[in-house]
């Protein structure tokens, strides 16, 4: 399983991890960016590629 986490202090709510997620994991509300259904993390790393903020980690648990 995969632990995707981001860094509130770091993330702009610019949503291209929740745009590029292929599994829905991520999501947003009007406040900011979560990690809503980690359970369904692949562990592609899209997200942290996209990020322009280096906001994201994915951890292998
Ligand atoms: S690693 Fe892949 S599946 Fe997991 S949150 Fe990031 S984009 Fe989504
Ligand atoms: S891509 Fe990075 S900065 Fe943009 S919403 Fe996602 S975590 Fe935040």
Redesign the pocket.
């Known amino acids: 399983m995969y632990l995707p986490k981001?860094d509130e202090e770091?993330?702009?709510?610019?949503?291209?991890?929740?745009d590029v997620c292929p599994a829905d994991v991520?999501g947003?509300d009007d406040e900011k960016?979560n990690v809503v259904n980690p359970a369904d993390c692949l562990g592609c790393e899209s997200?942290i590629s996209?990020?322009?903020?280096e906001?994201?980690t994915v951890e292998e648990i």
């Open positions: 981001i770091k993330c702009k709510q610019c949503g291209e991890c929740v991520l947003s960016t997200c996209v990020c322009p903020e906001a994201i």
